[in-house]
Nanobody, 116 residues
Framework: VHIVESGGGLVQPGGSLRLSCTAS????????MTWIRQAPGKGLEWVSS????????FYADSVKGRFTISRDNSKNTVYLQLNNLKPDDTAVYYC??????????RGQGTQVTVSS
């Protein structure tokens, strides 16, 4: 299994970013996918999940209405659109194989920093 996240960066409060996660080594279209994050000095936090067919989505209350998860099974890629970013969103964002509550391999992460 190989998972690679990209798209992070430094953005001002209120700004937007689009994270991408490309996976290989398993039948991507058959698996739920999840984004989690880890803020400085804190533990891992679940952010969002999307089932294999992408027919519905799940979000943590802290990001609901601001983040949007989607996937393109033809490209083995899952996305996370981050809008109206806040300083509390500063974290390393990881993409993980599997749904919420499941354990699975994840990538190296991509850093998102929200600061003026």
């Amino acid at each position: 299994v190989h998972i690679v996240e990209s798209g992070g960066g430094l953005v001002q409060p209120g700004g937007s970013l689009r994270l991408s996660c490309t996976a290989s080594g398993f039948p991507f279209s058959l698996y739920d996918m999840t984004w989690i994050r880890q803020a400085p000095g804190k533990g891992l936090e679940w952010v969002s999940s999307i089932p294999s067919a992408g027919s519905y989505t799940f979000y943590a209350d802290s990001v609901k209405g601001r983040f949007t998860i989607s996937r393109d099974n033809s490209k083995n890629t899952v996305y996370l659109q981050l809008n109206n970013l806040k300083p509390d969103d500063t974290a390393v964002y990881y993409c993980r194989k599997g749904g919420r509550g499941q354990s699975g391999p994840r990538g190296q992460g991509t850093q998102v920093t929200v600061s003026s």
